[in-house]
Nanobody
Framework: VQLQASGGGMVQAGGSLRLSCVAS????????TAWFRQAPGKEREFVAGIRRSGGRTYYADSVKGRFTISRDNARTTVTLQMDSLKPDDTAVYYC???????????????????RGQGTLVTVSS
C-alpha cells in the first residue's frame, strides 16, 4: 500500500491543523494505521494510532486531549486533527500502515510495513 501525507504548514501556538494520509494500492480497511513525528535533532516518536475498524485509538501522552485520529475506510484516508498546538509539536509528521501489528508493537515505527513520506508542521510561539 502507498501512503501520501498532506496538510502540514505553519501555525501559531494555540492554533489547529488537520493532517491527512491517503492510502492506495490495497484494501485500506485491512490496515492498522498510525502517525509518527520527528522533530529536529530528535528520534522519531509515536503520536497516534487507530485500528482497522476505527474502533480503538491510541495516543502518546504528550498529545492526549489535543489530537484526534480518525479514519474513513471508504475514502482510504486517516486524519490527524491537531488542536491547541504547541511549539514542541513542531516536527515532520509521517503516516504508517500495517496489517498485523500486535498491541505492543503499535508504537514502533520499524514494525510498520508501509511508511509514507512526511509533512512538515511548524508551530511558532
Amino acid at each position: 500500500v502507498q501512503l501520501q501525507a498532506s496538510g502540514g504548514g505553519m501555525v501559531q501556538a494555540g492554533g489547529s491543523l488537520r493532517l491527512s494520509c491517503v492510502a492506495s494500492g490495497d484494501t485500506f480497511s485491512n490496515y492498522n494505521t498510525a502517525w509518527f513525528r520527528q522533530a529536529p535533532g530528535k528520534e522519531r516518536e509515536f503520536v497516534a494510532g487507530i485500528r482497522r475498524s476505527g474502533g480503538r485509538t491510541y495516543y502518546a501522552d504528550s498529545v492526549k486531549g489535543r489530537f484526534t485520529i480518525s479514519r474513513d475506510n471508504a475514502r482510504t484516508t486517516v486524519t490527524l486533527q491537531m488542536d491547541s498546538l504547541k511549539p514542541d509539536d513542531t516536527a515532520v509528521y509521517y503516516c504508517a500502515a500495517d496489517q498485523g501489528l500486535i498491541l505492543s508493537s503499535l508504537r514502533i515505527w520499524e514494525q510498520y510495513d508501509y511508511r509514507g513520506q512526511g509533512t512538515l508542521v511548524t508551530v511558532s510561539s
